[in-house]
């Protein structure tokens, strides 16, 4: 803080004298070292959702150079950095012979981003069918090529960081579906044909009620805070 000081315009002096400016070096550190502390990687996350969509809507897609910056945070993202450790109760082992329950724990979300089909049977293509270990690259997947549709079996206890854009929105038409596959040799159509090699990269799908089985927990996201701006 400055502090400046002047002697009193005495009765007769034609001039102010002014005294040095006294300066408080201690909180002149302060403010240094608020100003370069590093941003935490999920205020990081955030920051880079926050600019990337901020000028997305329905079908609009980021660019693929704000892309690229999206997949450059989450590359590098540890369960650490969301709070997550092995101690919690999340990653526990069930004795239960059922199947687990998700544990969701909601970061933030916006009308842009939070760091989907009519009844019937439809066609799909597998677009990716392999083992992933932590950690792994980031996934990107979009809307006019497969969209947000995806399968997984977890070997072991494991956290999956999702960052949807635009998040689900049941008034906008964008709901958590959930469907049935059945290989694609189970039904046949008209003038579709698949070459033999290439039948088991595909599936039919049948929209579902949520699976019985299927156990979604909410929990408090306990991690580092994620500052608005």
């Known amino acids: ?27 002149k550190t302060r403010k240094c070292r608020r100003r370069h502390r590093k941003m935490s990687p999920v205020q990081s996350l955030y920051q880079t959702c926050k600019d990337v969509f901020s000028y997305c809507g329905a079908g609009i897609v980021p660019s693929p150079e704000d ?20 101690e919690l109760p999340y990653f526990r082992m069930t004795v239960a012979r059922r199947t687990p329950a998700i544990t969701y724990l909601h970061l933030h979300e916006c009308e842009k981003f939070s760091v989907t089909t009519p009844p019937g049977v439809r066609l799909a293509k597998v677009k990716v069918d392999a083992d992933f270990t932590a950690p792994c690259d980031t996934s990107i997947l979009y809307p006019a090529d497969g969209g947000n549709m995806h399968c997984f079996t977890a070997v072991t206890a494991c956290a999956v960081l999702d960052v949807l854009g635009p998040p689900y929105s049941d008034p906008d038409g964008r709901h958590c579906q959930y469907y049935l ?23 039919w799908l049948q929209e579902i009620e949520k699976p019985g089985d299927l156990a979604v927990d909410g929990a408090m ?8 701006n």
Request: net charge negative.
């Open 1 to 27: 803080m400055g502090i400046e000081t002047t002697t009193p315009n005495r009765k007769g002096n034609k001039e102010i004298y002014g005294l040095p400016v006294e300066t408080n070096s201690h909180s």
């Open 67 to 86: 892309i690229q910056r999206l997949r450059s945070v989450l590359d590098t993202m540890k369960p650490a950095d969301v709070g997550l450790t092995p």
């Open 181 to 203: 596959d059945f290989p694609f040799s189970h039904f046949s159509v008209d003038g579709l044909s698949v070459a033999e090699e290439e039948k088991e990269g595909y599936a």
């Open 221 to 228: 996201y306990r991690g580092p805070k994620i500052v608005e």
